[in-house]
């Protein structure tokens, strides 16, 4: 089945291509060197902040303080299953040129749509929300600004760093680059003075273990904070920028491409997580201290490591939530325009998205009753992306010669269901009081 298109997609200027540009991507010749490699590396790294973002910081940071080095292995996890969603999703949006909102506009009944999009507004609000936090509180932890102000600053910056959309995606992608170096030197920065015990880091990060029925809480909540709904819809949108004018046979190199651009990601990802449960562990687990907020864990890091390392933390918080605050306004923006038929200014939907997080903020709302709502509201909405996605991966009429063959809708099935199953036990255990 083919699909004209419409009038209604979504008008994210491409790659602003010019024919002496080191950024060409010219469809007729895709050659597999680092070089064109290198001209395809961004739109995984875009979505790979939502992996890294302050949700992360708190609930590693949390486990590594509690259970030392024994749940690293539950980072290792969550990012293959990171790896094989975001792959699907760039398989999506290469394969039918078309993001996963626009697919499921075509696919599903219009009633369906409404509720996908109520749903996915509300995640990449919820998103937005807990990724503003982050900001502000790097904000306040470096330069002593209040919340509320810290928050309208964040906001600010954020909507600068989605504006810079139209000088071309290749520039948001480098900003967002450079932003994740940040926080990874930083967290270098952390890890030589943590000295971690490298030996139990690769025993642990090898063989599962869960000492106790907390662990089994925390393993969850990691877990349930790694995947995030917003960003599936995202990739499938970002892989665009360089996906006009192929026909089948350059789909597939460019699928290869973002194949590497994903697993090099997710990876950088990876590592980051990892880094922030090691240097716990190292730090706090050895101390005795138990880590139960992001302000505690900067304020506990300079009479234990000196002040280059609670330094360095606030820096990596501060450049994750401006980073990921950006995504999540990006991630509104493309599911707003896709599954019905609302046409909204491009600066409108960027302020609607973030909004509600500057409001939340600014209104003084405990940070920990904020980082709740976005949970809850992001357990919700995992299925609505991750069950259409898989539906449509998995007809051929749809994907061509880019269908999900049987082991992949096998995985996909079993991937999703263990997400889908523990996000509910975590949203189960937060109402309960549990966790």
């Known amino acids: 089945m083919e699909f004209k298109k419409n009038t209604h997609e979504i008008k994210i200027k491409p790659c602003l291509i010019r024919e002496q540009s ?8 895709i ?4 070089r064109q490699i290198a001209k395809f590396l961004g739109p995984a790294f875009i ?3 939502a992996y890294v973002d302050p949700g ?3 609930t590693n940071i949390s486990g590594g303080s509690i259970f030392n080095y024994n749940l690293v292995w539950v980072i290792l996890w969550s990012n293959i299953m990171a790896i094989f969603l975001q792959i699907n999703s760039a398989k999506l949006g290469i ?14 009944s219009k009633r369906i749509n409404w509720f996908f999009w109520i749903i996915a507004e509300l995640a990449a609000i919820a998103t937005t929300m807990a990724e503003f936090l982050g900001g502000a509180l790097g904000l306040y932890l470096l330069f002593g600004l209040s919340l509320p102000l810290a928050g309208l600053l964040t906001g600010v910056i954020s909507f600068a760093i ?11 992608e480098i900003i967002i680059f450079t932003l994740i170096a940040v926080i990874s030197i930083s967290y270098a920065i952390e890890m030589f003075l943590a000295k971690p015990d490298w030996s139990s880091v690769a025993v642990h990060t090898l063989i599962p273990s869960l000492p106790n029925g907390q662990a089994v809480l925390i393993a969850v909540g990691m877990l349930g904070a790694t995947v995030m709904p917003h960003v599936i819809y995202l990739h499938s949108q970002l892989v665009q920028c360089r996906n006009y004018g192929m026909n089948d046979e350059e789909k597939v190199k460019h699928l290869k491409m973002e194949k590497i651009d994903v697993i090099i990601a997710m990876n950088i990802a990876f590592i ?20 139960n907020s992001i302000e505690q864990a900067h304020q506990s890091l300079e009479p234990l490591l000196g002040s280059l390392s609670s330094g360095a933390f606030a820096i990596a918080l501060l450049a994750s939530g401006f980073s990921s605050s950006a995504v999540g306004s990006m991630a509104g923006e493309t599911v707003m325009d896709g599954f019905v038929d609302v046409k909204i200014p491009l600066n409108i939907r960027r302020l609607i998205t973030m909004a509600p997080a500057m409001i939340i903020i600014a209104s003084g709302v405990n940070p920990m009753k904020a980082l709740l709502l976005s949970q809850v509201c992001l357990s919700f909405a995992l299925p609505a992306a991750i069950i259409p996605m898989l539906i449509i991966t998995g007809r051929k009429d749809l994907m061509g010669r880019f269908v999900n063959g049987t082991l992949t809708k096998i995985a996909g099935f079993i991937i ?13 255990l937060t109402f309960s009081g549990k966790v």
């Open 22 to 29: 080191p950024f060409t991507y010219k469809a007729a010749k």
């Open 31 to 34: 050659p597999f060197s680092f």
């Open 47 to 49: 979505v790979s902040v």
């Open 56 to 58: 992360n910081f708190a």
């Open 95 to 108: 394969a039918t040129g078309y993001n996963l909102s626009q697919m499921c506009k075509k696919v599903f």
């Open 162 to 172: 989605t504006y810079m959309q139209k000088y071309g995606q290749r520039v948001v």
């Open 272 to 291: 980051i997580n990892a880094a922030m449960v090691i240097v716990s562990a190292a730090v706090f687990y050895q101390k005795g201290i138990i880590v």
């Open 416 to 428: 999703a269901s263990l997400i889908i199953i523990l996000n509910a036990v975590l949203l189960y």
